[in-house]
């Protein structure tokens, strides 16, 4: 599985965040979850809103998922989940949403399909970051949702996540 690479970039997010270990209730992958409740409330908000975001929209029906890793996480495997949409710039409404500018960066871009993310994730971070001339840049990945992404459980399905990487410094 070899990613590819993307210039620097900054991603402008609005959406709805969530605090915690999102899997006490259920399993990952499951709608039933706290992410999953964290993606139904974003659509509620969103449905009721879309008319005022087609302005700051960067791309129509893509929706982006980060998981930003705390101080805590180690201790605690607790984290945020932000779910949202990218935007070219802060909208004034919805007052729901929350804005979150994520650094500039590269990333190390990874299509998966969706009955292998757990399987992909594994690999990313204990094979092919170790091995490969970078580190993470900062602590939290990205996924990017688009038509592609339907039911993980749909063999069509396809993801894509988005590790900020950068070079690793040769002592």
Request: with cysteine; charged share 30%.
């Amino acid at each position: 599985m070899k990613p590819r690479i993307t210039e620097p970039i900054s991603l402008k997010l609005v959406g709805c965040i969530y605090y915690g270990n999102p899997f006490h209730s259920h399993e990952a992958g499951s709608i039933k979850n706290e992410i999953g409740r964290l993606w139904e409330r974003f659509g509620k908000i969103y449905s009721k809103h879309v008319d005022e975001l087609k302005n700051v929209i960067v791309e129509e029906n893509v929706a982006w998922e980060a998981h930003i890793q705390t101080e805590e996480y180690a201790a605690t495997k607790e984290y945020t989940v932000f779910a949202g949409i990218q935007v070219g710039e802060s909208p004034t409404s919805p007052i729901d949403f929350f804005y979150k500018e994520l650094p500039e960066t590269k990333y190390a871009v990874f299509k998966l399909k969706g009955q292998e993310f757990s399987e992909g994730v594994g690999y990313i971070y204990s094979e092919w970051l170790p091995a490969s001339k970078y580190r993470e840049s900062h602590g939290y990945m990205l996924w990017r949702y688009d038509e592609k992404t339907k039911d993980l459980d749909d063999p069509d399905c396809i993801l894509e996540a988005y590790i900020p990487i950068e070079e690793k410094k040769v002592d």
